[in-house]
C-alpha cells in the first residue's frame, strides 16, 4: 500500500522523513517577480526585494492541478492545508481530491482544512507518519488525526502585520497595532481558523515571557512544539530555553519559515505549533 503525504508549503517542511512526502508550494507575486515557495526559494532574497519594491504584493494557493500531482500514484493520501478561512488552498486541494477519485475510485485522499498554518500543520504530518508506521486503516488513521487536531494550537507572535492588512487577511484596526515600534502582537489561529490577536508585549525579553504565559494558558503542558522563525532564531532559542526550563522533557523543534509565512509573518515573527493536554 502507497500512502503519502501531502501538504501545502505553509507547513514550512520542504522534506519529511520516512514517508512519501510532497510539498505543494504557494507563490508570492511582487510586480515582474514571482517567488515560488519551494526548498530552493531564497528567502532572505525575497524579503530583501520587498523591501525595496513600492508596489503591491499578492499570494496565490497553489491549483488543482498542483495537488493531482503532488498526490502522484500513491493509493492513500493525506493532504492538510492551510486554513480554509485565509486561502483557497483548501479549496484546490478538495477539488483535487474530487478529480482523483473519478480517475483512480480505488484510492483513498483526505484532505484536512489545519485551521491554522505552520508549525500546526507539521504536528498534524508528525501524527499522520507515526499513524501510517503503525499501519492503521485510512479511516482510522483520519478519524485520530481529527481527534488530535483538537488537541493542537498554533500562537504567534508578530511585529508587522503589514503584509497582512494589504491583502486583506486582517483588519486594519488590528495591524495598527503592531505597526508601533517595538510592540509585538500576539495572537493564535481561532477556532474558525483566523487570526486572533490575544496580547501585546514591547521589547523581546518581555515578549517570551508573554508567549510562556500565553502557551501555558492555552493548555500547554509539556507536548510537542514546533517553532518556526523568520529570522528570529535568537527569539526562537530563547522560548524554546524557556519552555525546557519549565518541561524538560518536552521535544521541542526549530525551524525556518518558508517564503509564504515569512512574507505574511514579516521579519521577527515567530509561529508556535503546539500540543495541548
Ligand atoms: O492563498 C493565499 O494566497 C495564501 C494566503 C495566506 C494568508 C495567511 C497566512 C498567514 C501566515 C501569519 C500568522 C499566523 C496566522 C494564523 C491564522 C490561522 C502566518
Same mark, same amino acid.
Given at each position: 500500500?502507497?500512502? #503519502?503525504?501531502?501538504?501545502? @508549503?505553509?507547513?514550512?517542511?520542504?522534506?519529511?522523513?520516512?514517508?512519501?512526502?510532497?510539498?505543494?508550494?504557494?507563490?508570492?507575486?511582487?510586480?515582474?517577480?514571482?517567488?515560488?515557495?519551494?526548498?530552493?526559494?531564497?528567502?532572505? *532574497?525575497?524579503?530583501?526585494?520587498?523591501? @525595496?519594491?513600492?508596489?503591491?504584493?499578492?499570494?496565490?494557493?497553489?491549483?488543482?492541478? =498542483?495537488?493531482?500531482?503532488?498526490?502522484? =500514484?500513491?493509493?492513500?493520501?493525506?493532504?492538510?492545508?492551510?486554513? @480554509?478561512?485565509?486561502?483557497?488552498?483548501?479549496?484546490?486541494?478538495?477539488?483535487?481530491?474530487?478529480?482523483?477519485?473519478?480517475?483512480?475510485?480505488?484510492?483513498?485522499?483526505?484532505?484536512? *482544512?489545519?485551521? @491554522?498554518?505552520?508549525?500546526?500543520?507539521?504536528?498534524?504530518?508528525? #501524527?499522520?507518519?507515526?499513524?501510517?508506521?503503525?499501519?492503521?486503516?485510512?479511516?482510522?488513521?483520519?478519524?485520530?488525526?481529527?481527534?488530535?487536531? !483538537?488537541?493542537?494550537?498554533?500562537?504567534?507572535?508578530?511585529?508587522?502585520?503589514?503584509?497582512?492588512?494589504?491583502?486583506?487577511?486582517?483588519?486594519?484596526?488590528?495591524?495598527?497595532?503592531?505597526?508601533?515600534?517595538?510592540?509585538?502582537?500576539?495572537?493564535?489561529?481561532?477556532?474558525?481558523?483566523?487570526? !486572533?490577536?490575544?496580547? #501585546?508585549?514591547?521589547?523581546?525579553?518581555?515578549?517570551?515571557?508573554?508567549?510562556?504565559?500565553?502557551? #501555558?494558558?492555552?493548555?500547554?503542558?509539556?507536548?510537542?512544539?514546533?517553532?518556526?522563525?523568520?529570522?528570529?532564531?535568537?527569539?526562537?532559542?530563547?522560548?524554546? !530555553?524557556?519552555?525546557?526550563?519549565?518541561?524538560?522533557?518536552?521535544?521541542?523543534?526549530?525551524?525556518?519559515?518558508?517564503?509564504?509565512?515569512?512574507?505574511?509573518?514579516?521579519?521577527?515573527?515567530?509561529?508556535?505549533?503546539?500540543?495541548?493536554?
Amino acid at each position: 500500500m502507497k500512502h #503519502k503525504i501531502v501538504l501545502d @508549503s505553509s507547513g514550512n517542511l520542504h522534506a519529511f522523513s520516512g514517508v512519501d512526502f510532497a510539498s505543494v508550494p504557494l507563490k508570492i507575486i511582487s510586480g515582474d517577480r514571482e517567488f515560488v515557495d519551494s526548498a530552493d526559494c531564497d528567502v532572505a *532574497d525575497m524579503v530583501k526585494h520587498l523591501k @525595496s519594491y513600492k508596489g503591491k504584493t499578492t499570494t496565490a494557493c497553489p491549483g488543482v492541478g =498542483d495537488f493531482l500531482e503532488a498526490f502522484g =500514484d500513491a493509493e492513500n493520501v493525506y493532504c492538510v492545508t492551510i486554513t @480554509s478561512n485565509l486561502s483557497g488552498a483548501y479549496n484546490a486541494a478538495r477539488l483535487a481530491a474530487k478529480t482523483y477519485l473519478e480517475k483512480h475510485p480505488d484510492r483513498k485522499v483526505y484532505v484536512f *482544512d489545519s485551521l @491554522s498554518t505552520a508549525g500546526e500543520m507539521a504536528l498534524l504530518a508528525e #501524527k499522520l507518519r507515526d499513524l501510517i508506521r503503525e499501519k492503521l486503516a485510512f479511516d482510522k488513521i483520519v478519524e485520530q488525526v481529527k481527534a488530535y487536531q !483538537q488537541k493542537t494550537r498554533l500562537m504567534f507572535s508578530l511585529e508587522s502585520l503589514h503584509n497582512l492588512a494589504a491583502n486583506g487577511r486582517v483588519p486594519g484596526a488590528v495591524a495598527a497595532v503592531a505597526g508601533i515600534l517595538g510592540i509585538r502582537l500576539i495572537g493564535k489561529a481561532s477556532d474558525a481558523g483566523t487570526l !486572533q490577536p490575544t496580547g #501585546k508585549a514591547r521589547g523581546e525579553k518581555k515578549l517570551i515571557l508573554e508567549l510562556v504565559r500565553h502557551l #501555558k494558558e492555552m493548555g500547554y503542558n509539556g507536548g510537542k512544539v514546533r517553532i518556526d522563525h523568520c529570522d528570529n532564531l535568537n527569539a526562537a532559542s530563547t522560548l524554546k !530555553q524557556q519552555l525546557l526550563c519549565l518541561f524538560p522533557a518536552a521535544d521541542i523543534a526549530i525551524g525556518v519559515a518558508g517564503a509564504l509565512c515569512s512574507f505574511y509573518a514579516e521579519q521577527g515573527g515567530l509561529l508556535i505549533g503546539f500540543e495541548v493536554a
